[in-house]
């Protein structure tokens, strides 16, 4: 996990006053890419299963923002 233990003044913290700061928060990103372009497989449903089961990989966090968009991506690029 990526936990810096960063102190800024930030509205997004949970009940417990967690907080996880933006270079944290999205890491995995570079990893997604890097996935991407690694997959051999064309279903957009495999690679997004592969991608959530990545340690990184949160519910609530932004990296399914990038999965969302970059599995069909590479699908349509992929020969």
């Known amino acids: 996990m990526y936990f810096c233990h ?3 003044n930030s509205k997004t913290r ?3 006053g967690h907080y996880v700061c933006s270079e944290c928060h999205s ?3 570079d990893t997604i890419v890097g996935l991407c372009l690694a997959e051999s ?3 957009p ?3 997004l299963n592969r991608m959530m089961e990545l340690p990184f ?3 609530h966090g ?3 923002h990038v999965m969302v968009g970059a599995a ?3 699908k349509t690029t992929k020969q």
């Open 41 to 43: 497989s064309r279903n």
């Open 27 to 29: 890491a995995g990103m």
């Open 6 to 8: 960063k102190k800024e």
């Open 62 to 64: 932004p990296e399914h």
């Open 72 to 74: 069909p991506i590479r």
């Open 45 to 47: 449903v495999e690679i």
């Open 14 to 16: 949970c009940v417990n």
């Open 57 to 59: 990989c949160h519910i």
